[in-house]
């Protein structure tokens, strides 16, 4: 899962950013000195805790998944609905986001998001009924929508030119974090319930402490950023300038020109618009080329199945005959893979370029991907007696892990880092906006959909997920424009 913005209306300090960038880039403040340096790492990571959590939640489902069909004795088709609704939430979050970060600001935003966190964590621990679960999920999407756009945008805010790029890696850095934690979590307490998600710990079932267990680590959120400033472009827009300036010697240090810098935020918040959905049509399909660009990268990014790999693992692999404490450590296994190939790519984006990483990436995945699915066709048996030869199974998991590291290096973050460059000033929160809703659209329908693709032919619906990679490809090579080392305002 990974962060983001789906805003159709991106208030005023969105659509400004780029252009505020620029501004700054021009001015070349000086960088920050060690101690204001390690003050900006600090309120950037509290920032990134929202990164953490929409990791936590977004993948914690996966162990939880076979604990809730035992218990609420539902099929796939229901266990389905209630994994992917928290997508409809995240799109709803993400849409409301920007509109209460301008009316109450970015820190009381970043502290409803941890409330919102633990509540949809204590609720999901104890759901009378397989829908109310459903309800609670919602809760938690919404909260994952809100920090998937407040946390990168507050970074960006807070952070000196010098070091904005590697600061808001931090972001995607979490994410990937989170999503290990969940993992581990899940492993921990299957394993102290005697390896059955529905046995009892401290009279409450396996399953039920790993969605409840979420409620820590957004407690931890919200205690973070009670100790965070206010972002100064937030303050400088409701007219608290002194506050601004304070913020602004804190994370840029004592060398810099307070009043320059307040007047250079000021006048880019009263030159800046927002963007109408009318600015994106052209062409012969109704929108623009390069917001099709963007939406196709979006798509692909989802349909080469990655996030069947972070929700459904564990059903994944126990639908061919490994047991659900085995396929909790594999989970876990992927999720460190996860981790290694997003630090590489963080290593790398910058470096060797945008599209060779992505070109890589797919040729990889596609790979990978086409040996998982080769595998797979030689499950015997369905549901719960489905089995794997040994040797296959062996086969299938290293393309498992192989799939997570090529996706990680390349797709997993080229994308995020494209959709932020590709488009023209004049378009670019919009456009992002479209692109991102697309993306998660696209996550809701592989999410929705898996259950029942695994239950009619496994193997096929690897082959449809290897088809996306291999296509993907072409897309790259001949849709998509090397950004590395252009200015934003090249972009057109």
Same mark, same amino acid.
């Given at each position: 899962?990974?962060?983001?913005?789906?805003?159709?209306?991106?208030? !005023?300090?969105?659509? /400004?950013?780029?252009?505020?960038?620029?501004?700054?880039?021009?001015?070349?403040?000086?960088?920050?000195? $060690?101690?204001?340096?390690?003050?900006?790492?600090? &309120?950037?990571?509290?920032?990134?805790?929202? %990164?953490?959590?929409?990791? +936590?939640?977004?993948?914690?489902?996966?162990?939880?998944?076979?604990?809730?069909?035992?218990?609420?004795?539902?099929?796939?088709?229901?266990?389905?609905?209630?994994?992917?609704?928290?997508?409809?939430?995240?799109?709803? =979050?993400?849409?409301?986001?920007? #509109?209460?970060?301008?009316?109450?600001?970015? @820190?009381?935003?970043?502290?409803?998001?941890?409330?919102?966190?633990?509540?949809?964590?204590?609720?999901?621990?104890?759901?009378?009924?397989?829908?109310?679960?459903?309800?609670?999920?919602?809760?938690?999407?919404?909260?994952?929508?809100?920090?998937?756009?407040? /946390?990168?945008?507050?970074?960006?805010? @807070?952070?000196?030119?010098?070091? #904005?790029?590697?600061?808001?890696?931090?972001?995607?850095?979490?994410?990937?974090?989170?999503?290990?934690?969940?993992?581990?979590?899940?492993?921990?307490?299957?394993?102290?319930?005697?390896?059955?998600?529905?046995?009892?710990? =401290?009279?409450?079932?396996?399953?039920?402490?790993?969605?409840?267990?979420?409620?820590?680590?957004?407690?931890?959120?919200?205690?973070?950023?009670?100790?965070?400033?206010?972002?100064? #472009?937030?303050?400088?827009?409701?007219?608290?300038?002194?506050?601004?300036?304070?913020?602004?010697?804190?994370?840029?240090?004592?060398?810099?020109?307070?009043?320059?810098?307040?007047?250079?935020?000021?006048? @880019?918040?009263?030159?800046?618009?927002?963007?109408?959905?009318?600015?994106?049509?052209? =062409?012969?399909?109704?929108?623009?080329? &390069? @917001?099709?660009?963007?939406?196709? /990268?979006?798509?692909?990014?989802?349909?080469?199945?990655?996030?069947?790999?972070? +929700?459904?693992?564990?059903?994944?692999?126990?639908?061919?005959?490994?047991?659900?404490?085995?396929?909790?450590? &594999?989970?876990?296994?992927?999720? &460190?893979?996860?981790?290694? %190939?997003?630090?590489?790519?963080?290593?790398?984006?910058?470096?060797?370029?945008?599209?060779?990483?992505?070109?890589?990436?797919?040729?990889?995945?596609?790979?990978?991907?086409?040996?998982?699915?080769?595998?797979?066709?030689?499950?015997? =048996?369905?549901?719960?007696?489905?089995?794997?030869?040994?040797?296959?199974?062996?086969?299938?998991?290293?393309?498992?892990?192989?799939?997570?590291?090529?996706?990680?290096? !390349?797709?997993?973050?080229?994308?995020?880092?494209?959709?932020?460059?590709?488009?023209?000033?004049?378009?670019?929160?919009?456009?992002?906006?479209?692109?991102?809703? /697309? $993306?998660?659209?696209?996550?809701?329908?592989?999410?929705?959909?898996?259950?029942?693709?695994?239950?009619?032919?496994?193997?096929?619906?690897?082959?449809? +997920?290897?088809?996306?990679?291999?296509?993907?490809?072409?897309?790259?090579?001949?849709?998509?424009?090397?950004?590395?080392?252009?200015?934003?305002?090249?972009?057109?």
């Amino acid at each position: 899962m990974e962060w983001h913005g789906l805003l159709f209306t991106r208030p !005023s300090w969105w659509a /400004a950013g780029s252009r505020e960038l620029a501004l700054s880039t021009s001015t070349q403040p000086q960088p920050a000195d $060690q101690a204001h340096l390690g003050h900006v790492v600090f &309120i950037s990571a509290a920032a990134a805790m929202g %990164g953490f959590l929409f990791g +936590y939640d977004s993948a914690v489902i996966n162990g939880a998944v076979t604990g809730i069909q035992k218990h609420f004795g539902v099929g796939n088709g229901e266990t389905a609905f209630v994994v992917a609704i928290a997508l409809l939430g995240s799109a709803a =979050g993400a849409v409301v986001a920007g #509109r209460l970060a301008d009316q109450f600001g970015r @820190v009381r935003t970043m502290l409803l998001a941890s409330v919102l966190f633990a509540i949809s964590g204590v609720g999901s621990m104890f759901p009378p009924s397989i829908q109310v679960l459903a309800v609670w999920r919602v809760v938690g999407g919404v909260a994952i929508g809100i920090a998937s756009v407040i /946390a990168p945008t507050y970074i960006a805010e @807070v952070a000196p030119t010098a070091y #904005r790029g590697r600061l808001a890696s931090f972001q995607q850095l979490a994410i990937v974090l989170g999503i290990t934690v969940s993992q581990l979590a899940n492993y921990a307490l299957n394993q102290a319930a005697g390896g059955d998600s529905t046995n009892h710990l =401290g009279g409450v079932q396996a399953w039920q402490w790993m969605l409840g267990v979420e409620t820590i680590p957004a407690l931890v959120y919200g205690g973070m950023a009670l100790a965070i400033p206010e972002s100064p #472009r937030f303050l400088i827009a409701n007219r608290k300038d002194d506050q601004a300036r304070k913020v602004l010697r804190e994370v840029e240090g004592e060398g810099v020109d307070l009043d320059a810098r307040v007047a250079e935020i000021r006048a @880019v918040l009263n030159t800046s618009h927002r963007p109408r959905l009318k600015e994106l049509l052209g =062409g012969r399909f109704g929108l623009l080329p &390069i @917001v099709w660009v963007g939406i196709g /990268a979006s798509v692909f990014q989802q349909f080469v199945g990655i996030n069947v790999i972070f +929700y459904y693992s564990s059903f994944l692999w126990q639908s061919v005959g490994i047991n659900e404490s085995n396929s909790l450590l &594999i989970s876990l296994s992927t999720s &460190i893979v996860n981790v290694v %190939g997003t630090v590489v790519a963080i290593a790398l984006v910058d470096r060797i370029g945008r599209k060779p990483l992505a070109l890589a990436g797919s040729a990889g995945m596609a790979l990978a991907l086409g040996t998982a699915a080769w595998a797979f066709s030689f499950r015997q =048996g369905t549901g719960d007696t489905a089995t794997l030869d040994d040797t296959y199974a062996t086969v299938a998991l290293v393309a498992a892990h192989v799939f997570v590291f090529c996706f990680a290096f !390349s797709w997993g973050v080229v994308v995020w880092v494209l959709l932020g460059e590709m488009f023209p000033n004049k378009i670019r929160a919009l456009a992002l906006s479209v692109a991102a809703s /697309a $993306q998660w659209i696209a996550n809701w329908a592989i999410t929705v959909s898996f259950p029942d693709l695994a239950d009619w032919n496994l193997s096929a619906t690897y082959v449809i +997920y290897a088809v996306s990679a291999l296509l993907s490809i072409p897309f790259v090579a001949f849709c998509i424009k090397e950004t590395k080392g252009k200015a934003l305002e090249e972009m057109g």
